[in-house]
Every structure is written in C-alpha cells, then in structure tokens.
T-cell receptor, first 116, second 118 residues
Framework: QQPVQSPQAVILREGEDAVINCSSS?????VHWYRQKHGEAPVFLMI?????EQKGHEKISASFNEKKQQSSLYLTASQLSYSGTYFC?????????????????FGKGTHLIIQP | DTGVSQDPRHKITKRGQNVTFRCDPI?????LYWYRQTLGQGPEFLTY????????KSRLLSDRFSAERPKGSFSTLEIQRTEQGDSAMYLC????????????????FGPGTRLTVT
C-alpha cells in the first residue's frame, strides 16, 4: 500500500519553514525519509520507528504519529540546498509478523523549491 | 566507505535486446536491494538479497528480469527482451541489517542506471 505524501509541491523563500506529511492506511513499523535532487540518487535523511522519538539534525526533523499512522518532516529556516524531491519510504508492521514484503514502499514525493 | 556504485550510468538499447546492470554495495553491507524509478514517481521495490540469497521478488519483476548476487558481494540485474515500458532508472541500495528487533536500518542508494529502450 503506497503511502500518500502531501503537499505534492511547495515553493518557499529562503528562511521559511516547511512541513511534509506522509500517511499510510496500514500500520507502519518504520518511516524512512529521503531527499532526491534531479538526476541524482535519493539521499538518506532519517528513519523513524514505531514507538520511537522525534528525530532531527540541524534544521531538519521528523516525527511519527502512531495513532494517525503519519510521519511529518519539518524543514526549519530553509536553505537553497534543501531544494529537491522528498520521499518517504515505509515498512509495514505486518512485515515483522510474517506477512508483507521487504523493501521500502515509497510515496510519490513532494517537490520542494526554495527561492532566494 | 566509497558508497554504492552502479554501472553503467546510462544505457540505450533497442527493443528486444538484453541488458545487464551491475551494482557494488557498501562493502560491509549484507543486504542489497533493487528498485525501479520512473519519472515523477518514487522508487518501486523489485527484489532484494540477504548475502547471496534472493529472498523476495516483487510482482513487478516479470520473468524477463533476473538478478544475482554471487558470493554475496556485487549484484547484477538482467532484463531480457527489453520493452519500451522497461525504460526507467534502476536503483540499487544496500544496508547492514543485523536482525535486531526494534532497530531501523538505513538503505543507501547508488546513483542508478538510466535505461532507455527505443
């Protein structure tokens, strides 16, 4: 089941904040966040586990709401280098109880454009 | 740690031809994944290896696709009788997974092989 990301696209001025959401209709075990620039490989940002704490480094952080089966990625005081497409990749809880497939299931991505 | 590498970076082939891609994972990583990404979409899982054993195949992986990971090191993905619908970026990722409960394992992606079938 593909997670749903919102919004599909965001245009910000440098220094503004952004929130990107990733929602699943199935119980999640983990959410992985990646940023991909055009023509490049996805770059790992962080991973959140069911029952885990909010994570972050520098001005990028993320949370995982188990009740809503939703993760949010927070970009604070955005920089030009933050531009790109952000993907969440999910692992279903059922994978760890004998069902479900391995590998991450990715959303369609959120395009983030930071303007000077 | 030199990261995940893939070869070739670009491949143009005619419909009906066979193609093979190579992935070299991060050296100490025991898991290797293949994904396919088309324009405007996130990566789609194809298959993965735990050491040399292929443990999972997505239903996306038709019988024209085959993957190997001899000796648990590099991996190859072969597509036989290519079709125009196979045009995509083929991404390889690797991770070190120790089978511990309650632990998440990061997957690191290579630069991908862009396949164009004409």
């Amino acid at each position: 089941q593909q997670p749903v990301q919102s919004p599909q696209a965001v245009i910000l001025r440098e220094g503004e904040d952004a929130v990107i959401n990733c929602s699943s209709s199935k119980a999640l075990y983990s959410v992985h966040w990646y940023r991909q620039k055009h023509g490049e490989a996805p770059v790992f940002l962080m991973i959140l586990l069911k029952g885990g704490e909010q994570k972050g480094h520098e001005k990028i952080s993320a949370s995982f709401n188990e009740k809503k089966q939703q993760s949010s990625l927070y970009l604070t005081a955005s920089q030009l280098s933050y531009s790109g497409t952000y993907f969440c990749g999910t692992e279903m809880e059922e994978k760890y109880s004998g069902g479900g497939a391995d590998g991450l299931t990715f959303g369609k991505g959120t395009h983030l454009i930071i303007q000077p | 740690d030199t990261g995940v590498s893939q070869d070739p970076r670009h491949k143009i082939t005619k419909r009906g031809q066979n193609v093979t891609f190579r992935c070299d994972p991060i050296s100490e990583h025991n898991r290797l994944y293949w994904y396919r990404q088309t324009l405007g979409q996130g990566p789609e899982f194809l298959t993965y290896f735990q050491n040399e054993a292929q443990l999972e195949k997505s239903r996306l992986l038709s019988d024209r696709f085959s993957a190997e990971r001899p000796k648990g090191s590099f991996s190859t993905l072969e597509i036989q009788r290519t079709e125009q619908g196979d045009s995509a970026m083929y991404l390889c990722a690797s991770s070190l997974e120790l089978g511990l409960a309650g632990v998440g394992y990061e997957q690191y992606f290579g630069p991908g092989t862009r396949l164009t079938v004409t």
